[in-house]
């Protein structure tokens, strides 16, 4: 094992504090395609920032829920893979203290992780926004399946909107204070399958970077702190990880 690779577990036994941030590259190897890549999969002729935006829910539910009965058809049946299950060991033997995930997949609380922080909301449930009621996904999928319209509709005849963030709409305020406040205590912040570049993970290590704590990355291809990095590991997400969890 190259010293490279020695560097990552070593942190993480002086840390008091590490914290996991993680994002669509950690969902990969489970079979989801980072659906912000454009070309990839289902959404290679739709550009999701227009479809999965709130204004099309609101003003053609039919449309935006004929592309969210895709999003949820690929998640259907995918499973945590290494990367998930080895961030979860590292909280049960207390070295990890919190996971904080632009993902809305559900693969960390699957895997094992406890209440991990989703920014951007999760498909797990879904919420009328006229009487509050929310439904889990197995229910809005029967409800969306027994529609005319395909539209999942509350009992007082609302269309569910997905407890995801869409695109225009804010991220929700205690998720996004629990992550900055994570991310400033931390003495590591470990940052696996995400580019960095989006809002608000993008200005996470910043926060742990200025409060003295170091950032280590495992990701493939670049990010704005490369450089800043105590690490950056750029192979296999489930080999880097399980490698760390292997060497503790
Ligand atoms: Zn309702």
Redesign the pocket.
Known sequence: MSSTHDRLPELIRSARSVVALTGAGISVPSGIPDFRSPGTGLWANVDPMEVAHISVWRRDPATFWGFYGQRFAILDGKQPNGAHRALAELERRGALEAVITQNIDGLHAAAGSTDPIEVHGSVATAS??????SFPLGETRERMDADPEGIP??????P?KPDVVLFGELLPETEIQRGYELAARADLLLCVGSSLEVWPVAELPQVTLDAGGAVAIVTMGDTPYDHRAAVKLSGDVVAELEAVVAAL
């Open positions: 009328c926004m006229s009487c509050g009621v509709r509350c009992d007082c005849g609302h569910l």
